[in-house]
Structures are given as structure tokens and as C-alpha cells.
């Protein structure tokens, strides 16, 4: 039998990677607007691999980006693994990031859908907010954070390389 997973709000997770040095990433809120999935915030420093997780300590790093992701996905493919707790969510800074996605289909109900550019459909929002159609992602929105439900392998490929490895239309 499988075992049950259960992640809350405030989990601290640790990723090794290439067994070189260790990066933290907490969850801190679900958006409603995104599948309901997992928003994590992910730190920037690089820890050595053999370092002792302070939760208090990593919680107050800078945060290098936020993301929307399957936290279980992760977990069962052995790339992420919960090693603490926090109350310190960061306040509310998170309700400042702006998310953006490129639509390749757009129209008012099932029915009435048309094939489009994704380079000039894109739609940004804030967490559990409505999404605002903006057309081409101009250089006023250039500081989107990436809003699709990421996989886990796309998560470790930013943790890795500093930017995800798949293509996004328009960005």
C-alpha cells in the first residue's frame, strides 16, 4: 500500500542537487485561480549538500522566484523531500506577485472557442485573483513569474539552471 502524503501550508522542502549543494523552497498558499494548485516560494541560497536545515534561518532568505506545482508529484519522484515546518509564510508579499500564462485558445464558453497566437494571448494575475487579458506581454509585464502548474522536473531544472528549460510563447 502506498503511503499517504500529506503536505500543509508552511512545509519547507530540500532538493539536492547533482549531489553539489542543497536548495529550500516552502509552500505558502493555494491559488484557486490555477487549478487550486500548491504556490511555493523558493529561496536563493545554495546550502553545501552536507548542511543541517535551520527551518528559522531558511525561511528568512531572499526569495529567488514563486511557483505553481504538484507538491506530491515531487515527492513520490523522489526530487523534493519535507524537512520542516514554518509559520513565517513571509507575510504578505506573495498577493504582489503577478503570474502569466499564453492562451492558444480564447472565446466566451465551450462552444464558442477560436484558435489564436498564444504570442498575442496572454493573461496575468495575482494569487486567488482573476486573470486580466493583456494580449502581447509587453515590457511592463516582462517581471511575470511563469503562472502554469509547473512539474516537478521543470522545478528542479530552475533550481539547477536558473531558468526553466521548456519554452514559453512570447516570453
Known amino acids: 500500500m502506498a503511503k499517504r502524503i500529506v503536505t500543509k501550508i508552511g512545509d519547507v522542502f530540500c532538493v539536492d542537487i547533482d549531489n553539489q549543494c542543497k536548495r529550500y523552497f516552502q509552500y505558502i498558499v493555494n491559488d484557486m485561480e490555477q487549478l487550486n494548485s500548491s504556490v511555493i516560494r523558493v529561496f536563493k541560497l545554495h546550502y553545501p549538500i552536507d548542511y543541517k536545515p535551520i527551518i528559522d534561518d531558511i525561511v528568512k532568505d531572499e526569495v529567488e522566484f514563486y511557483a505553481h506545482t504538484v507538491l506530491r508529484a515531487g515527492i513520490v519522484n523522489n526530487a523534493w523531500y519535507k524537512v520542516g515546518k514554518s509559520k513565517d509564510l513571509g507575510g504578505d508579499e506573495y498577493m504582489d506577485v503577478l503570474f502569466g500564462i499564453a492562451q492558444a485558445c480564447m472565446g466566451d464558453s465551450p ?3 477560436k484558435w489564436v497566437d498564444p504570442v498575442e494571448n496572454w493573461y496575468v494575475w495575482h494569487i486567488n485573483e482573476p486573470s486580466v487579458r493583456i494580449g502581447r506581454l ?7 513569474e511563469m503562472g502554469p502548474v509547473m512539474s516537478y522536473i521543470s522545478i528542479v531544472d530552475r533550481l539547477r539552471y536558473g531558468h526553466y528549460t521548456n519554452k514559453f510563447p512570447g516570453y
Do not use: K, L
Open 138 to 144: 509587453t515590457e511592463e509585464y516582462r517581471h511575470v
Open 111 to 113: 462552444t464558442n472557442i
